[in-house]
């Protein structure tokens, strides 16, 4: 059969035996689960067994393309990369840009499926039909950087790389995974693929794809490019700052999260500003696969303590990670925190977080200075670097945080656990929801855990000029989280950047899927949306059978008043805004998908 869009191969690797297999992906499996994180989930829902411990051999590491993935759509270079959490023991499919993904699909293949444990450190090499297994001894132990430099020097600077650090070969259940300075960073997979002694995955491919119609394609690609230029997200404002566009705005809304989310009035705003950023950091731009964009910023410190470190960033959350959360105000400081959560391979959402949730803790007395070594307190950089370290070498009071919010407070206790600041597990982003609501029932409805990026309504309740929602409203709240989170699992299935969707409409989103394609069912938005809301009711059904715990939030969300800034006086509503949220899902008052909904979507 002929392939439009997919090369229609899966690529299964079992490191246990050093062998591997090609298999035809059937049209109508692709059709219903798309690509990317659908077909990830489906691959792991089948295959991998209930209760499976996420670093046992038999769970799966899936690394999942999409049908744009690789094509001349603007923003197709993402990868899924999907695997049972070993830091939420739910399921986790972490999204990553740069080149990993097309070079994937050139080699031929929609996805690969690493399976098993090598006896030994590997390097797993996919060249076209050409599978390798290379001994990686030698770079057991080296950060993600010199890791980087070594392969490519091995093997040339257009072979794809994605690899561990040192935090991913200790199984640190914060753990990433780096591809080209891009990271898959939330959830743990980092320690998934250390588990199974898989050091790096280099792929190089030389197939190009075919499109169904490729004029029409090309008339949608010209339409949707021109639709990014002239979009004041896309074409402005993220072109010139990256992710950090957001920045001030949060902060007068009052929803930047200050010391572990105990304020929201952040007194180095000024210092962490989006134009300092530009101004005094940033000497170029970079852009991922067929990104117009060009978001990712090559930063460098000029002056001060930390002149000379470098990153491919600052992010917006990282700004945040290592800024507000831990009462930093030095740039400096955020650049060199950025880079070496890069260097150890670390979720740099979780581990900001996890800092600022032990600096509360020596504030309250329940970690002593005496247990760290170190004055651990809200605005010492020096120490907030130090910390990072010993995340990523898993020593001290490092190899508690490294562990994840949730598990540290566990062991803490002492009414820890109240501003532990996670959601099943996963350690929450740079918006507090009692400034705006919406993003509390995000998180709590998240299939991953505390994420923005499963649903982002802060974009709606705080940045829209012309259509604003009330972000202190609970009206409408429900179906404009459920609406998201269905799209937002099309677009992370179809290979394309979310970037897209502030500029792209679903409808020219869906021309684009069926003109590359030719599949019938992309044929129709409802069709296409209904696939969407497929897609997040089976990663539910995995989480309900792995024993997920409550849609709830932190008790600091739910329990204590906002104590400044414009949101004072606020607490996050979600018991109201859940019961509609279910009510609209066709879920049950427990949460669990109905029998009917399942029926309709196929899921039975």
């Not at 009035?265 to 731009?285: P, T």
């Not at 460098?300 to 960033?313: A, D, F, I, L």
């Not at 598990?407 to 996670?422: C, D, P, R």
Request: glycine content about 12%; charged content about 25%; proline content about 4%.
């Amino acid at each position: 059969m002929k392939y439009y869009g997919y090369t229609g191969k899966r690529l299964d690797i079992d490191l246990t035996t050093s062998t591997w297999t090609v298999t035809d992906l059937s049209p109508e499996l692709l059709s219903r689960y798309i690509g990317g994180k659908g077909l990830a989930a489906r691959i792991i829902y089948d295959e991998v067994d209930q209760g499976c411990d996420p670093l046992a051999p038999e769970n799966y590491l899936v690394f999942a393309t999409g049908p744009l993935t690789g094509t001349l759509a603007p923003l197709s270079g993402r990868t899924v990369v999907g695997t049972k959490s070993p830091l939420t023991g739910i399921w986790v499919d972490s999204n990553a840009g740069g080149f990993l993904g097309p070079e994937i699909k050139r080699a031929g293949y929609d996805v690969v499926v690493i399976k098993g444990k090598a006896p030994a450190p590997v390097n797993v090499l996919i060249e076209n039909d050409l599978i390798s297994f290379m001994p990686a001894v030698s770079l057991w132990g080296l950060d993600s950087e010199e890791t980087h430099i070594r392969l490519k020097a091995q093997y040339g600077e257009d072979y794809r790389v994605a690899c561990i650090g040192t935090a991913g070969e200790q199984l640190i259940p914060i753990s990433a995974i780096i591809s080209e300075m891009r990271g898959f960073g939330r959830g743990g997979v980092g320690a998934v693929m250390g588990s199974k002694n898989l050091k790096a995955l280099v792929a190089h491919g030389t197939h190009t794809l075919k499109i169904f119609d490729p004029d029409a394609f090309m008339a949608i690609n010209q339409e949707s490019y021109n639709e990014l230029a002239i979009n004041s997200d896309t074409g402005g404002g993220r072109q010139r700052y990256g992710s950090n566009v957001i920045y001030s705005a949060m902060n007068e809304l009052g929803v930047h999260p200050v010391k572990n989310f105990q304020s929201s009035v952040n007194e180095h705003a000024e210092e962490l500003s989006e134009d300092r950023m530009s101004e005094e950091l940033v000497e170029k731009d970079k852009a991922c696969f067929g990104c117009p964009v060009a978001c990712s910023k090559f930063s460098k410190v000029k002056t001060g303590k930390y002149k000379g470190e470098y990153t491919e960033g600052p992010e917006y959350e990282n700004t945040w990670a290592f800024g507000a959360q831990c009462g930093n105000g030095d740039y400096g400081a955020v650049v060199a925190a950025e880079h070496i959560c890069d260097q150890y391979g670390i979720d740099s959402i979780s581990a900001g977080n996890a800092i600022g949730f032990a600096m509360e803790c020596v504030q309250r007395g329940i970690i002593s200075q005496a247990e760290i070594g170190y004055d651990l307190e809200f605005g010492n950089t020096d120490s907030m670097i130090q910390m990072l370290h010993q995340i990523g070498k898993g020593e001290g009071v490092g190899r508690l945080l490294g562990l994840g919010t949730k598990a540290a407070a566990e062991k803490l206790g002492q009414g820890s656990e109240a501003f532990a600041m996670h959601v099943k597990g996963l350690e929450l982003p740079a918006y507090d929801p009692r400034g705006a609501y919406a993003m509390g029932l995000a998180y709590a409805t998240s299939d991953r855990g505390g994420c923005h990026l499963r649903s982002w309504p802060i974009a709606a309740e705080g940045l829209q000029h012309n259509g604003r929602i009330d972000p202190y409203s609970i009206e409408f709240k429900a179906e404009f989280v459920k609406n998201e989170q269905d799209l937002i699992s099309i677009v992370d299935s179809i290979g394309m950047c979310l970037f897209a969707t502030f500029a792209l409409s679903p409808r020219q989103i869906v021309r684009l899927m069926y003109s590359a394609t030719g599949l019938e069912r992309f044929k129709e938005i409802d069709d296409v949306l209904e696939t969407g809301e497929r897609i997040y009711n089976l990663t539910r059904l995995f989480n309900y059978r792995e024993g997920v715990e409550a849609d709830t939030l932190p008790a600091r969300l739910l329990d204590e008043e906002m104590p400044d800034g414009p949101a004072q006086g606020n607490r996050t509503p979600l018991k109201e805004m859940l019961e509609e949220y279910y009510f609209i899902r066709g879920w049950d008052e427990s949460g669990t998908p109905g029998q009917e909904k399942l029926t309709q979507l196929g899921l039975e």
